[in-house]
């Protein structure tokens, strides 16, 4: 049964960090493409990121760039998105999602792209 896992949001102030862990299961991450989205209240889900996992090809949402690093671990078949200098603008939940097998990657992400979600992580980014 495949299985997302997201794990590591929580309440922190502007200007500090968080790292999110989607752990898979029920599938190899080689052959997908992952992504992290989020969905603020009200809001549209948007797309912050997709990693490739074959060639590790890697994409940004603008206004992340610079401040989230996506990265994974194979041996533990986890993705990371490490998020520093958070703002307020980035509290929702983050989502992660696995493109199986993966897709030529385009962006913006296409949420109906990916086959499996998770659960949602709570991000809370206030003073």
């Known amino acids: 049964q495949v299985q997302l896992v997201e794990s590591g949001g929580g309440l922190v102030q502007p200007g500090e960090s968080l790292r999110l862990s989607c752990a898979a299961s029920?599938?190899?991450?080689?052959?997908?493409?992952i992504g992290w989205f989020r969905q603020a209240p009200g809001k549209e889900r948007e797309g912050l990121s997709i990693?490739?996992?074959?060639?590790?090809?890697?994409f940004y949402k603008d206004s992340v760039k610079g401040r989230f690093t996506v990265s994974r671990d194979g041996a533990k078949n986890r993705v990371y998105l490490q998020m520093n200098n958070l703002k307020p603008e980035d509290t929702g939940t983050y989502y992660c999602?696995?493109?199986?097998?993966?897709?030529?990657?385009?962006?913006?992400?296409?949420?109906?792209?990916?086959?499996?979600w998770g659960h949602g992580t709570q991000v809370t980014v206030s003073s």
């Open positions: 029920g599938f190899t991450l080689d052959y997908s493409a």
């Open positions: 999602a696995a493109d199986v097998p993966p897709r030529a990657l385009t962006w913006p992400p296409a949420p109906d792209d990916y086959d499996y």
């Open positions: 990693i490739s996992i074959s060639n590790d090809d890697k």
